[in-house]
């Protein structure tokens, strides 16, 4: 066999390898639910005994739940309750011991659920158990969705999060002919304060209400502008 009949060959061997060198050794330190899915909303595949060895396969971004296997169930566990190997002594998994000792990050899908789970009772019930992770918070300076009232239309919606963190959404909704608009403005610590103008078309006057951090509110009249 020749250099170039081998090197396809050993390119194969490698690629097939590492997925099982990516697998490490844990324990768990309590007796522990292995779940379908890595929240406690997922069903139980099974219970792990306390100390018992599994296999560790990697954890989520945020290193708060496992893919691990107990035998040859496979699941999901609290990264909370498992142990590893690091610098000569067993420790509990968290991002920093992810880290130093070369834990994977894993996600998780439906064909992970497809590939472990066909055969369980729960299995047809994926919309029920499932829950899409919620979206990021926008960064400072963003500005989503759209303005409170957009031409003839209203109830859209407005968020803008400024540098420091402070939120300000501003929404509108439709009153007779025309758009009443509110404006609440949210700090970093919870603190918040709101504006609403009611108007209606051909009224006299527009109604403002302000209420402050406090829980005060002024509310006044001012004339419809043409």
Do not use: E
């Not at 968290?94 to 439906?110: C, D, F, K, L, N």
């Not at 540098?163 to 608009?181: D, E, H």
Request: hydrophobic share 30%; aromatic share 8%.
């Amino acid at each position: 066999m020749n250099l170039k009949t081998i090197l396809p060959f050993l390119a194969a061997v490698v690629v097939i390898a590492s997925p099982a060198r990516a697998a490490s050794t844990a324990s768990v330190t309590v007796d522990l639910n292995l779940r379908a899915g890595p929240s406690t909303q997922y069903p139980v595949v099974t219970v792990v005994p306390q100390s018992a060895p599994v296999t560790m396969y990697g954890c989520n971004a945020n290193v708060t739940w496992c893919d691990i296997a107990y035998g040859s169930q496979r699941g999901w566990a609290s990264a909370n309750y498992i142990r590893v190997s690091s610098g000569g002594t067993q420790t509990v998994v968290t991002p920093a011991v992810a880290a130093t000792v070369g834990i994977a990050t894993v996600a998780y899908s439906r064909a992970y659920w497809d590939n472990y789970y066909s055969t369980y009772p729960w299995y047809g019930q994926w919309n029920v158990y499932y829950r899409p992770p919620p979206p990021p918070p926008p960064p400072p300076g963003s500005v989503t969705g759209g303005s409170g009232c957009i031409g003839n239309a209203c109830g859209a919606t407005r968020t803008t999060t400024g540098s420091q963190g402070n939120t300000l959404r501003q929404s509108g909704g439709c009153v007779g002919n025309g758009c009443a608009t509110r404006q609440t403005v949210t700090t970093p610590t919870g603190n918040s304060a709101s504006k609403t103008v009611t108007c209606r078309r051909g009224d006299p006057n527009c109604t403002v209400r302000r209420t402050g951090p406090a829980g005060n509110t002024h509310i006044r009249q001012r004339p419809v502008r043409p």
